[in-house]
């Protein structure tokens, strides 16, 4: 008999992270959203496609480049198609896409809030003495685990860390001030609620 409840979750954050730039309206650094949209340009066998962007406080736009004078031969047509529909996966996706936002931006504003998508793995044939949570991120986040646990199990951080301080919450790989950072793909949380009164509110809170 298995007195452990196993969940994933997977958390699919609600916002695209927003670079801050220098905006020439406003004459100061400004985080600016996608638009999800697209501009192209094609300069006789050369093209240039951005992902239009426009400050949060004046609307003013910036253009973050996707193709620089590019071969419009070296183009593959489905994307060419996507950019000319406006695809809303390709905006979402290259919207998502931190990496190259970090090389245009020193400053970026990390999406906050994430919806979280639990499933079941195993369930306890008796009342949950250990709950395990996967995590999985399909594009970063930049809530805290703790914040992240705090609000989808009903506990209070406090709680949460006294829990880690006495080896009950315990967080892999390992390593520092893991509740204080956000989750990442493949984390793994393992809950030890022999001892907690209202382990069933928690376990039911987890699922
Ligand atoms: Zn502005």
Redo the contacts with the bound molecule.
């Keep these: 008999m298995s007195d452990t409840l196993r969940v994933l979750w997977t958390l699919v954050p609600q916002r695209a992270p927003q670079p801050w730039l220098h ?4 004459g ?1 650094p ?1 985080p600016f959203e996608s638009s999800h949209k697209f501009r192209l340009n094609a300069n006789g066998k050369r093209l240039d496609a951005w992902l239009i962007y426009h ?6 736009t910036w253009n973050r480049p996707l193709l620089e004078r590019r071969p419009a031969a070296s183009v593959d047509p489905q994307l060419l198609a996507a950019l000319q529909q406006n695809d809303p996966h390709l905006a979402r996706h290259l919207a998502f896409d931190i990496e190259d936002l970090r090389r245009r931006s020193a400053r970026i504003e990390a999406c906050g809030g994430a919806k979280v998508k639990k499933v079941a793995l195993g369930l306890p044939t008796r009342p949950a003495a250990r709950l395990e949570i996967g995590f999985a991120l399909a594009v970063p986040v930049s809530l805290r685990l703790d914040r992240l646990l705090a609000a989808e199990l009903g506990l209070s951080r406090k709680r949460l860390h006294c829990m880690q301080d006495e080896g009950k919450l315990v967080v892999s790989p390992a390593g520092a001030r893991r509740l204080k950072k956000p989750p990442r793909d493949g984390w793994r949380l393992a809950l030890d609620l022999s001892q907690e009164d209202d382990r069933d509110a928690i376990a039911a809170a987890a699922r």
Excluded: T, V
Aim: glycine share 8%.
């Design positions: 905006c020439s309206h406003c100061d400004k400050c949060r406080a004046c609307g003013q």
